[in-house]
């Protein structure tokens, strides 16, 4: 999806910038706009258990892992405050898995996974099975 944040997008290399469809790149003014409409629907489009990866700007791990961080209450700034209010509520039957560095080591993808209700934990790891197929096994 889009994910650079509104304020970088002059930043970008000038062949980004000048050829690339400014509506492909721009996530708003914390880049996470369409991520976040991806976040809310996920539960209504896919099953308990399904994966999410998403590719995010390198501040963003940190970003989306305080609006899943659902134990604290504490005051947030910024972009993650105006979020963390409906966050909650609209996150609730999505789990952040893991983040992942890119090949030159900066934080760049995210994995997340429906909840399964039914059993109150992950899909396919409630059954005894990954996605893969190995039973859990790494």
Request: some cysteine.
């Amino acid at each position: 999806p889009p994910y650079i944040p509104s304020p970088d997008m002059l930043g970008l290399d000038s062949e980004v910038r000048l050829f690339e469809d400014h509506v492909a790149l721009d996530g708003g003014d914390d880049g996470l706009d369409v991520v976040w409409q991806i976040l809310v629907a996920a539960p209504r489009l896919l099953v308990p258990g399904a994966s999410i990866w998403l590719e995010v700007d390198e501040s963003h791990p940190p970003l989306i892992a305080a609006l899943f961080a659902s134990a604290s209450d504490a005051p947030r700034s910024g972009a993650v405050s105006a979020r963390t209010d409906r966050s909650r509520q609209e996150l609730a039957h999505i789990q952040l898995v893991s983040c992942h560095d890119d090949m030159f080591g900066r934080p760049r993808f995210v994995h997340l996974r429906v909840k399964d209700e039914e059993y109150g934990r992950l899909g396919a790891e409630a059954e005894g099975h990954d996605s893969t197929g190995t039973h859990g096994q790494s």
